[in-house]
């Protein structure tokens, strides 16, 4: 994302010192081009069949993100009621939402329906409690649990016997009598198995489970493999074989559709695959501190604003980038969080001095939107470099906004 050219670094045509002196560090920066890029990518690789690409949002909700997704031809995939509100609000239509909701109070479920998006039920209690209250009268998606093992890390697996996620495929019996018995329309099938999935076998895998049972639905219109596809995080990094899943699936799915009265669109719910190599986190270091064992660079930000590093142990390349050619040195990357936040162990970067700017590379999944106000530290704000122009498109918190919803009271 950030480009070096004689030592000197921008993202999207603009200087990243010019973005540091329009919003402040820290701050997230994202580029409109490399979401396109991605998006794009998954197009061309799954043309064998008709394919729709559902933009996973829990990655990251800015509203302009939303419509920048929309203008780029993809649907939304809501994880809850307000992040369907949210993208109902960035212009999204009805039927190009699917909510998602994983252990929802049945008041979300109704809200869902009175704002006329598609509806993903994942347990047998919401699937019987739905189909007394609506029948067929409001059409359905389905998700199971294939019970594969799969991702990158056992907070992100989503798709094996002990996960919450989706009805057990065991269960699939047991799912189609409470539909025949309430009359439901399942126009939809879903499954997703986890993130960071580099086999493309795993994907063929969980098909091959929806497809056994999707011929048990006539009115079926979509079958939903979620997403998961693994991004490169560290140079040379290896990463999911997109083109390689597209041609396998689409010639499985086009036998199936081959079969078929009304075939089956294939959707995918792509979030960190659009958004994560397209944003990056900047900082400035604050103080380079040399103890007995370790040097350690300390930056502006910490756990409250990135928090994958410390709760999947994630990794996420380190640039300086004022100096991107300087001689390397070895430092250990922490943030000023009173907790251990350390975003990089023993990391070789061009040598690092106070004032410096650092990029943390892969930010835009899961970075502002899992960010927190802890310690009472300010949220950051967020850029969008567009077409050559960087736009502040979240401010800064200050004070105010960790007060404004605390109530004061007179203590006797």
């Not at 909700?61 to 369907?84: F, H, K, P, Y």
Request: glycine share 10%; proline share 4%; hydrophobic share 40%.
């Amino acid at each position: 994302m950030v480009h070096t050219n004689e030592g000197i670094c921008s993202i999207g045509g603009i200087l990243v010192k010019d973005i540091a002196a329009l919003a402040g560090t820290p701050v997230y920066v994202y580029d409109t081009a490399i979401m396109a890029r991605q998006v794009e990518r998954l197009r061309s690789a799954f043309t064998r069949v008709p394919t729709r690409l559902m933009y996973a949002c829990k990655a990251n909700t800015n509203i302009n993100v939303l419509r920048w997704m929309r203008r780029l031809g993809c649907g939304l995939d809501a994880v809850s009621i307000q992040e369907v509100e949210i993208g109902l609000r960035a212009g999204f239509l009805p039927q190009e939402v699917l909510f998602t909701p994983n252990m929802a109070g049945y008041g979300d479920y109704q809200r869902a329906v009175a704002l006329g998006v598609r509806i993903n039920i994942d347990s047998l209690s919401a699937l019987e409690h739905f189909g007394h209250d609506h029948g067929g009268t409001v059409p359905v998606c389905v998700r199971f649990n294939p019970h594969i093992m799969a991702g990158g890390n056992e907070r992100i697996s989503t798709g094996h016997i002990d996960s919450k996620f989706g009805i057990s495929i065991h269960q699939a019996r047991h799912a189609q009598r409470v539909i025949a018995t309430n009359g439901m329309r399942v126009n939809g099938l879903h499954m997703h198995t986890g993130s960071d999935i580099l086999d493309a076998d795993v994907f063929l895998q969980g098909a091959e489970i929806l497809l056994e049972i999707a011929a048990e639905f006539p009115d079926l219109e979509f079958l939903d493999l979620g997403s998961g596809f693994k991004v490169p995080y560290k140079p040379d990094d290896i990463e999911t074989d997109i083109e390689e899943l597209g041609e396998r699936l689409g010639e499985r799915i086009g036998r199936f559709n081959s079969e078929r009265a009304q075939p089956v669109e294939l959707w995918f719910e792509p979030g960190k695959f659009l958004v994560s190599g397209a944003g990056a986190l900047l900082a400035r270091v604050e103080q380079i501190k040399h103890t007995t064992a370790t040097v350690f660079a300390g930056i502006d930000t910490g756990l409250n604003h990135l928090l994958r590093p410390m709760l999947y142990g994630s990794y996420h390349h380190i640039m300086n980038v004022s100096a991107p050619l300087g001689k390397p040195r070895i430092y250990t990357v922490v943030g000023n969080i009173c907790e251990t936040d350390t975003f990089g162990w023993d990391r070789k970067i061009p040598e690092l001095h106070e004032g410096d700017l650092v990029a943390i590379l892969n930010a835009g999944a899961y970075g502002w939107s899992m960010s927190s106000n802890y310690n009472s530290r300010f949220r950051p704000p967020e850029v969008l470099v567009h077409q050559g122009k960087a736009q502040v498109i979240r401010r800064r918190e200050g004070l105010d906004d960790l007060l404004r919803n605390q109530l004061e009271l007179e203590l006797p």
